[in-house]
């Protein structure tokens, strides 16, 4: 299924936090947007080779507009930059999505854990737990209460189930509450920085965790060192590629002048997932899941390899 993909314009321009600017991003002639759900995120093409990935953090029922929220990063690769200073309301840009690898899947109960600007995609996660009548809590932090984005409306669910933690206040995150005694039929959702789902992913029982990344975790895949040469096979037209080692699979289908969609080139955004039609994946990326990848039925092109000696992709 194709991507919805227009220039959108920025309807409203405000600040969430030190360092965070929220922008809601409209059709310029009104229509409405598709739906998305709580995990969505959408690609944000700011200018040429300058395209970043933001989470959707507003209403999914209000497709009048997409509500995405950016951290300044001074020592970041220029996105953010643009965005803060050259981004203005009435400006248009180019949105494609949305996507979404981080779904809220159905639970009685929730854990959920954010770290600084990780709370855009929990955020409505939060509403859709409510909704449905499932227990849930959350665990906040941040390096100070200036930073963190959307504590207003996150008073709005009271004391009891909300613990915002700054870290000048209180240190690192506490995990033991949250992670020590997790009841069965709980999932944990947990986005922020590596550090923070590392810590996380190490103190989480099996099967319950979900996580977004918005850096690529320590190699993934790869146990057996295959980095070793193989082919692919382009579905569509049978056209056979040879992928020598350490060219991904990416940058070989485009220098035969395949289209392909990328963006990060580093496994974490997906925008360049395919459909494996044969053939054994090495999956070195930072967005599927651990059924998705036992699947083997998509892989993430910019850093994942075969498993073998051929693939078979529907390219």
């Keep these: ?187 944990v959702y947990c986005c922020g920085p590596g550090p923070l789902l590392d810590a996380v992913e190490e103190r989480c029982p099996a099967g319950v965790l979900r996580v977004e990344r918005f850096q690529p975790k320590a190699r993934q895949g790869g146990e057996d060192g295959e980095d070793g040469e193989f082919e692919v096979v382009l579905g569509r037209s049978g056209r056979t590629l040879t992928v020598a080692p350490g060219v991904s699979v990416l940058d070989t289908v485009r220098a035969a002048g395949v289209e392909v969609l990328y963006s990060c080139t580093e496994g974490t955004c997906g925008t360049c997932e395919t459909d494996v039609l044969e053939g054994t994946p090495d999956h070195r990326d930072s967005v599927l899941g651990e059924e998705e990848r036992a699947a083997g039925e998509t892989m993430l092109i910019c850093v994942s390899r075969c498993r073998g000696e051929r693939l078979v992709l529907d390219l």
């Design 1 to 187: 299924m194709s991507l919805y993909e227009a220039e959108l314009v920025v309807g409203d321009r405000v600040s969430a936090a030190e360092g965070v600017l929220a922008l809601t991003l409209r059709h310029p002639l009104g229509e409405d947007l598709p739906d998305w759900e709580p995990g969505a995120h959408v690609d944000v093409v700011l200018g040429p080779g300058l395209e970043r990935q933001f989470s959707l953090c507003g209403d999914p029922g209000d497709r009048t507009g997409w509500r995405v929220a950016v951290l300044r990063e001074p020592a970041g690769r220029g996105g953010s930059a643009y965005v803060h200073e050259r981004l203005g309301v009435g400006d248009k840009v180019r949105v494609r999505g949305p996507r979404n690898h981080f779904r809220l899947e159905p639970a009685p109960r929730y854990r959920f854990v954010a770290g600084g600007i990780g709370i855009t995609p929990i955020l409505p996660m939060l509403a859709a737990a409510e909704a449905a009548g499932a227990e849930w809590t959350l665990l906040y932090g941040g390096r100070t209460l200036r930073s963190m984005a959307f504590t207003g409306e996150l008073a709005r669910y009271g004391g009891e189930r909300v613990t915002v933690a700054p870290q000048d206040v209180t240190g690192l995150l506490d995990l033991g509450p949250v992670l020590d005694d997790v009841p069965d039929g709980t999932l």
